[in-house]
T-cell receptor, first 109, second 114 residues
């Protein structure tokens, strides 16, 4: 059965303190790994799609990487506005999208 | 504003009742997806429609049903509501049926069953 596991569940950072979030997955026929950002009471906002091992994508202070078993979301020199829950999702061979439980990041000024 | 519109934003109802949640997809998108997000379950896929036809089903209860209309808006009907149905319900949309890119999510409907 497909599994998407995110760690840690919560991360508290000081402004400027870089860190990484992990998403490990087992899926039948990966057709893409996705990162979303979700603010409290809002819908998930699409950040990145990664399709193959070795691929990397960057957006401002965020960088996503992908291996055959996991993906990392690196946050470099975070600011308080980076505080959110970051969700990882995998799309399998039949195009179904499954989400992990998320990592809640809090960045203190 | 993502372009995906969900109404109402909040809904409070009693156990045993029936409610309808509405979603208008982003302009040009033909696929609509419904997700349920509760504190202990995370985002769970319920059902997908593409251009009016059901395309995929996830963990949707028999008490729940959905449809997509000719103007592409979609409705999720929840009946015989139980306390455990309290959750955030999100609608997402995409251009294609077998979408390779990311979905665009609406802001959700928060359902509270009392």
């Amino acid at each position: 059965e497909d599994q998407v596991t995110q760690s840690p569940e919560a991360l508290r950072l000081q402004e400027g303190e870089s860190s990484s979030l992990n998403c490990s997955y087992t899926v039948s026929g990966l057709r893409g790994l996705f990162w979303y950002r979700q603010d409290p009471g809002k819908g998930p906002e699409f950040l990145f799609t990664l399709y193959s091992a070795g691929e990397e994508k960057e957006k401002e202070r965020l960088k996503a990487t992908l291996t055959k078993k996991e993906s990392f979301l690196h946050i470099t020199a975070p600011k308080p506005e980076d505080s959110a829950t970051y969700l990882c999702a995998v799309r399998r061979y039949d195009y179904k999208l499954s989400f992990g439980a998320g990592t809640t990041v809090t960045v203190r000024a | 504003d993502s372009g995906v519109t969900q109404t109402p934003k909040h809904l409070i109802t009693a156990t045993g009742q029936r409610v309808t949640l509405r979603c208008s997809p982003r302009s040009g998108d033909l696929s609509v997806y419904w997700y349920q997000q509760s504190l202990d379950q995370g985002l769970q896929f319920l059902i997908q429609y593409y251009n009016g036809e059901e395309r995929a089903k996830g963990n949707i209860l028999e008490r729940f049903s959905a449809q997509q209309f000719p103007d592409l808006h979609s409705e999720l009907n929840l009946s015989s509501l139980e306390l455990g149905d309290s959750a955030l319900y999100f609608c997402a949309s995409s251009v294609r049926d077998r979408e390779l890119g990311g979905y665009t999510f609406g802001s959700g409907t928060r359902l509270t069953v009392v």
